[in-house]
């Protein structure tokens, strides 16, 4: 996805590399690594490609419940996005979150933190385990990266906001953490 704005307002462009920015204020010593999920030279920083589906004889395998698992994911990225939410409740649904707890806490000690919201547009589960979530990043209510993409993981029977989706928004800010 590219940076550049159907409506041409710079602003707004500004506003959302703002918003990215402030999911690592500063390059923490925490490494953002997800067991091996890492980055691809290939890859746009911001949007991660989607996998491949799994398949079970013609189906697409994923959770034993998609609607609830769908509700989750939803409810968690809502919660890892709300600039109201402790760092305690973010560190529940982000993989890894107590080992990114670091990164959490400055992004709570920055005031344009305070606009920083995202809504979900959509979610394809991958295997039982992952989907790839489709979201709005929204600044003051208004989407200033609109359909970006990220993922979720299953970790400890939770749906959890992806380390990647984490590091593609801290390579989006600029700021280079290492294990992103």
């Not at 590219?2 to 918003?19: E, M, N, Q, T």
């Not at 395998?61 to 609830?68: E, F, M």
């Not at 606009?115 to 200033?144: C, H, R």
Request: aromatic share 4%; glycine share 10%; with cysteine.
């Amino acid at each position: 996805m590219g940076l550049s704005r159907r409506d041409g307002h710079p602003r707004r462009r500004i506003a959302a590399l703002a918003a990215a920015a402030v999911l690592v204020v500063t390059p923490a010593a925490v490494a953002c690594g997800d067991n091996g999920g890492g980055t691809e030279s290939n890859r746009s920083p911001a949007v991660t490609q989607p996998s491949p589906p799994a398949t079970d004889g013609g189906r697409t395998a994923g959770p034993a419940d998609p609607a609830a698992a769908r509700a989750e994911i939803e409810k968690n990225w809502t919660t890892f996005f709300d600039p109201e939410a402790s760092t305690d409740d973010k560190v529940e649904v982000l993989e890894n979150g107590e080992r990114m707890r670091s990164v959490l806490e400055a992004m709570a000690g920055d005031p344009a933190a305070s606009q920083t919201s995202a809504k979900i547009t959509d979610v394809a589960f991958t295997s039982a385990t992952e989907a790839n979530v489709t979201y709005d990043l929204l600044v003051g209510g208004t989407p200033t990266l609109p359909d970006s993409k990220g993922t979720a993981v299953l970790q400890d029977d939770t749906w959890k906001v992806s380390v990647k989706t984490l590091c593609g928004l801290v390579k989006l800010s600029g700021n280079a953490v290492p294990g992103c």
